[in-house]
């Protein structure tokens, strides 16, 4: 009798253990929580990427040369640069109101980068529970996000830059006298603000240089990137002058990046301005211009190559408006070293032959650089106002 008692509760203890387990299975489901810490730096809440990385398997590579990061989830990828608040992903720019930065010896993210990271690698939307960001491993997807809501709202303009070309130890084209190129740009680009701040401009307006200073062409297009940040876009107007081998040919023209030159002339402008290149520090093997995903992913957009090719024409029409004396050359393409990597609509204008003695005696008087002044800014304005009605 008592043997019996014995397996009657050995057996109800098997099943209790049984039914526990089961309660158990279905109160957790098949899902899984995966999170990472909200990490408060100077009162902005950042996302650490070495954490980020592990708990979401996702591959990254980093350049601690150039600062800059890669990361990849089967066919998605983003790159982002410390100082930038803004990140490429999956081919289209989204932004932050503050920068990712190095801290502490690791790397942080802004969390509302990290969340439309994470929505765009998985699809599907991210939790925040107190000092963690999560997600449910069931609801891992590979289906495409639709980047129309996530990522394609525009940032009105709220900034120009203006770019010098050449300075100090590049003199940039070289005329008959000594003339040089380095000397006229920054005259302009002065004059481009000045005028622009007179017709009451109400956005900030910065100069790469404002002095005989030589920067490096990736340089110019950072100064512009890190004054992107959520809700506000920019310009990059680079002011240059041509040359040729021939002293016949003359006019100005407006240039948008392309890897595909309108023509040979277009082909050989770029590489007579991208000759800068050989002064220098070139301690990295010329790596910072043949980062083939990484240009191509930061300048090939087709939302940039469209603002651009506004742009373009809105400066080049008012050159043409503007300027009687020397023919336009038109809105032309080519691989410019100077707009690679620049995050926003983005020329630069060859306002004129060095190497075509009219047209570099017209290029040093006053009157005519007032002209070349007004054609710049109107484009400017013209471009600028026409961008920020289709934001609102």
């Known amino acids: 009798m008592l043997k ?21 299975l279905f109160s957790t489901g098949a899902s899984t929580e995966k999170s990472v810490s909200i990490i ?61 930065i190095r801290w502490k010896g690791g790397i ?7 969340n439309t990271l994470l929505d765009n690698f998985y699809n599907k939307d991210i939790q925040r529970k107190k000092n963690k ?3 449910l491993e069931d609801e891992y997807s590979d289906k495409k996000p639709d980047k129309e809501i996530i990522l394609q709202k525009k940032e009105k303009i709220g900034f120009i830059i203006l770019d010098a070309g050449h300075g100090g130890k590049d003199p940039g084209a070289i005329g008959k006298g000594g003339v040089m190129e380095k000397n006229i740009t920054l005259t302009l680009a002065k004059n481009v603000e000045a005028l622009l701040k007179k017709k009451g401009i109400n956005i900030k307006i910065k100069l790469t240089r404002t002095t005989d200073k030589f920067i490096e062409l990736s340089e110019r297009a950072e100064i512009a990137n890190r004054e992107l940040k959520k809700g506000i876009n ?9 040359a040729s081998v021939s002293n016949k040919i003359s006019g100005f023209e407006t240039y948008m990046l392309s890897q595909n030159p309108t023509n040979e002339e277009a082909r050989k402008t770029a590489a007579l301005e991208n000759n800068v290149v050989i002064l220098e520090n070139q301690k990295t093997g010329g790596k910072k211009y043949n980062d083939i995903d990484y240009i191509e992913a930061l300048m090939i957009t087709t939302q940039i190559q469209r603002e651009s ?15 009687k004396e020397f023919k336009s050359r038109g809105v032309n393409k080519a691989d410019f070293f100077v707009l690679r990597g620049a995050l926003m609509p983005a020329v630069l204008i060859e306002v004129g032959f060095i190497t075509h003695p009219k047209e570099m005696e017209y290029l040093q008087r006053s009157d005519y650089q007032e002209k070349l002044t007004a054609g710049i800014v109107d484009g400017i304005i013209n471009f600028i106002n026409q961008y920020n009605k289709l934001v609102d």
Do not use: W
Not at 10 to 17: H, Q, R, T
Not at 109 to 114: E, Q, V
């Open 234 to 242: 920019g310009t990059f107007v680079s002011i240059h002058v041509n």
């Open 309 to 323: 090719l506004l742009l373009a024409n809105s400066v080049q029409n008012n050159l043409k408006t503007k300027v």
């Open 40 to 100: 408060d730096i100077y009162g902005r809440d950042y996302i650490p990427l070495d954490e980020l990385v592990k708990v979401f398997s996702i591959e990254h590579n980093f350049d601690p040369v150039f600062q800059k990061g890669k990361l990849y989830h089967k066919s998605h990828y983003m790159i982002y640069k410390t100082g930038y608040s803004c990140i490429i992903i999956d081919n289209s720019i989204a932004y932050s109101e503050y920068p990712v």
């Open 133 to 135: 960001l999560v997600i």
């Open 4 to 24: 019996n008692i014995q397996f009657i509760t050995i057996k109800k203890s098997i099943s209790l253990s049984l039914l526990l387990l089961i309660i158990t």
């Open 108 to 114: 942080f993210i802004p969390i509302d980068l990290a």
